[in-house]
């Protein structure tokens, strides 16, 4: 019984961090993962940045993620301390899960303190990684910062970058790419975290809730309306399959061929890996 507990466990620890490493790995004939896609968006946001008169909107929409980070850490903090509340119960906890009818193994009360010991580590990664992402956030914002220069009149959108701004460009594209990559592992420790609370109830239990989690996660990540609704933005997936370069006579491309060259190459590069 104590090792089928501990398959459960491993189970969750395995389609946890083994999802966190291969969906940003995963190209599809129409589209790739949340991640890959929003991607895109940002390095074109940050190019866009230098060209623009103020970043008012810039920051603000940063600032707004920094606060989404901060809400969660803080409802991490507040999830944890219930766990640790709950550890003072475990003996009227063990009395009630006896009286569920899917308890498939009868948890004794050093069981119930571990299996809430084990929700609160997860919790307590997600705390860590929400203000790590909130940090991630803030250091995008200095960069922005620095990019944008008021001194100058930016009114022709088409201006060529100097080579400065180009190159804090990529630095801050990257930076919220990890902003927003930390994130979602902090949302996806919410999920199982969540799931592992049923834990308490059995093993059994306790891997299928784990395992719907799993499929709700690949669903939004790979086939919901979002994912074809950034797809659709960038028009270059279909000439990525046919493997044939965009030339310039295409006047109605709504993505420069700066960002499709830079595409074309991370693709080629997640293939190989």
Aim: proline fraction near 2%; glycine fraction near 4%.
């Amino acid at each position: 019984m104590v090792l089928f507990e501990i398959i459960s466990c491993i189970y969750l620890l395995v389609i946890w961090f083994g999802y966190s490493k291969i969906a940003p790995r995963v190209v599809l004939q129409k589209g790739a993962s949340l991640n890959t896609l929003v991607g895109q968006y940002v390095d074109q946001w940050m190019r866009l940045v230098p060209r623009r008169k103020t970043i008012i909107s810039d920051v603000a929409i940063m600032g707004n993620a920094q606060r989404n980070c901060i809400f969660f850490a803080s409802t991490a903090i507040l999830l944890l301390a219930g766990l640790i509340s709950l550890m003072q119960f475990s003996t009227e906890i063990v009395q009630v899960i006896k009286e569920i009818p899917l308890a498939s193994f009868q948890t004794e009360t050093y069981g119930v303190i571990a299996k809430l010991g084990f929700a609160a580590c997860i919790f307590v990664y997600a705390f860590f990684t929400f203000t790590w992402s909130m940090r991630q956030w803030s250091f995008a914002t200095y960069l922005v910062a620095s990019i944008h220069d008021d001194s100058e009149k930016v009114s022709e959108k088409t201006r060529q970058l100097t080579d400065h701004e180009t190159l804090v460009a990529k630095s801050a594209s990257k930076v919220i790419m990890r902003a927003v990559v930390h994130f979602n592992y902090g949302l996806r420790a919410y999920y199982f975290g969540l799931a592992s609370i049923t834990w308490l109830i059995g093993p059994l239990f306790f891997m299928l809730v784990s395992t719907i989690v799993l499929i709700v996660l690949i669903r939004r990540e790979f086939f919901s309306k979002s994912n074809k609704a950034l797809y659709e933005g960038i028009p270059f997936f279909e000439e990525i399959n046919k493997q044939k370069m965009q030339t310039d006579t295409r006047s109605k491309s709504y993505v420069p061929s700066e960002l499709y060259e830079n595409l074309l190459n991370k693709f080629k590069n997640i293939i190989k890996k």
